[in-house]
Nanobody
């Protein structure tokens, strides 16, 4: 059973930065295409960023140039560095395989950006 645990969220002012993390058990990130998703209140969950197992990355248009997805394979941990945050980035952030999420969702980590 794959388990994904997200952490590192918080409250930040617009223009600020946060780095969130995801650790996985039952899955080896090095051999999978993984990524980040988010869900804002009242909205559907959406794709945010992908780190393909071939090494390339892909981003939601609205976060390009501000967010960076990376991984420390030695720790089996996925990161999302978020810079120049905007209020519309507020939401519950999740990790999973990407672009198609194939495993049970974790609890997510809340990111709140105040204006």
């Amino acid at each position: 059973q794959v388990q994904l645990v997200e952490s590192g969220g918080g409250l930040v002012q617009a223009g600020g930065s946060l780095r969130i993390s995801c650790t996985g058990t039952g899955i080896v990130f090095r051999y999978n295409s993984v990524g980040w998703f988010r869900q804002a209140p009242g909205k559907d969950r959406e794709f945010v960023a992908q780190l393909h197992d071939a090494g390339f990355t892909r981003y939601l248009d609205s976060v390009k140039g501000r967010f960076t997805v990376s991984s420390d394979y030695s720790k089996n941990t996925l990161y999302l560095q978020m810079d120049n945050l905007k209020p519309e980035d507020t939401g519950l952030y999740f990790c999973n395989t990407a672009p198609g999420a194939m495993h049970p969702w974790g609890q997510g980590t809340q990111v709140t950006v105040s204006s």
